[in-house]
């Protein structure tokens, strides 16, 4: 059932104990949200916990402030930024029981008994402060923390076109908090570790051109990772660089995951919905970001994928 924004904040006020789930390959939008949400309900006398079923990137641990630690038995499962519960990984089943979803995913699969899906939006941290705001309560430097983040992360430090003035506008009203804006903006998009050097490096050595150099693929074997000193957010990292590089529409990045799947991410111009080529697997996104999974080993997920995205390319241009 699709709710508004006062309809999730009354569903929230008038029930506790709230078990919040945060999607797998956990990104700054998912955290955000996560943190944000959990540090509202807390601030209003409820129970709440943030969970994530992969490990966090240290980089993120700055979140953790927002909420205190509680143990307790949930009553209520909340999705944060959550499109599928397939995104879940081994939490898959407990999001399939979710009360409520808050998210900004077009692909949104209408999972939850309740959603609040805003598809226009470029953050769901930017839903998530409407959230706070009909909830009541104030927010202060820890809550704004996690909004900035979101806002910033699924923006590309407001440089993608998802941006809009709505988004300086929350990003300011953050900064009015105290948001660290210039300390989250240095962790997200300025440094790096050795490791993600070296990872990058190694990378960039095996990257394919197709479709006349519209289509870039760089892939990420388990191996080269296991080798390396990285975390999941320097291997995240990567999907971002193929569409860097001058006349590519479709950037792919192909990684091996532990469990033996592969994930691809795509990232592109304004002639290829990557959401929409994604969706041809099981996948979704947004208009300029997507992903999907493939189970059958490297070559055949990047043979379908980059097959998929030419296929776009071409259909894009008429031929």
């Known amino acids: 059932m699709k709710i508004d924004v006062q309809q999730a904040a009354e569903f929230l006020k008038a029930n506790?104990?709230?078990?919040?789930?945060?999607?797998?390959?956990?990104?700054?939008?998912?955290?955000?949200?996560g943190h944000a949400l959990c540090g509202a309900l807390q601030r209003m006398g409820k129970r709440a916990r943030a969970v994530c079923?992969?490990?966090?990137?240290?980089?993120?641990?700055?979140?953790?402030?927002?909420?205190?630690?509680?143990?307790?038995e949930h009553k209520n499962v909340v999705c944060v930024d959550v499109a599928d519960t397939k995104l879940l990984g081994d939490m898959k089943e407990i999001g399939d029981t979710a009360e409520l979803c808050i998210d900004h995913h077009e692909t949104n699969t209408d999972y939850a008994k309740r959603t609040l899906l805003r598809g226009e939006y470029a953050a769901a941290c930017e839903l998530m402060y409407e959230v706070i705001n009909a909830l009541g309560v104030e927010f202060d430097k820890e809550l704004a923390n996690c909004i900035y983040t979101g806002t910033a992360t699924d923006t590309g430090c407001f440089k993608f076109s998802n941006t809009t003035p709505q988004t300086h506008l929350i990003a300011a009203e953050m900064m009015k908090f105290g948001a660290d804006y210039a300390m989250i903006n240095y962790v997200n998009f300025d440094l790096k570790t050795q490791g993600r050097i070296k990872l990058e490096q190694e990378v960039l050595k095996n990257i394919r051109y197709f479709e006349g150099g519209r289509v870039a693929l760089i892939s990420v074997p388990l191996a080269l990772v296991q080798s390396l000193d990285v975390d999941s957010d320097d291997v995240g990292a990567l999907a971002n660089i193929p569409r860097q590089i001058e006349g590519v529409d479709v950037g792919i990045c192909v990684k091996e995951k532990k469990n033996g799947s592969f994930k691809a991410s795509l990232r592109t111009s304004k002639l290829v919905n990557a959401a929409e080529v994604c969706l041809k697997f099981g996948g979704g996104g947004h208009a300029r970001a997507g992903g999907c999974s493939f189970f059958n080993g490297a070559e055949d997920a990047e043979k379908r994928i980059v097959e998929a995205s030419c296929e776009a390319v071409r259909a894009a241009l008429g031929k």
Not at 53 to 72: G, N, R, T, V, W
């Open 16 to 33: 506790d104990d709230y078990l919040i789930l945060m999607h797998a390959s956990p990104d700054g939008d998912t955290l955000g949200c």
């Open 53 to 72: 079923p992969e490990e966090i990137p240290h980089k993120f641990d700055y979140l953790f402030s927002a909420c205190e630690k509680q143990e307790f």
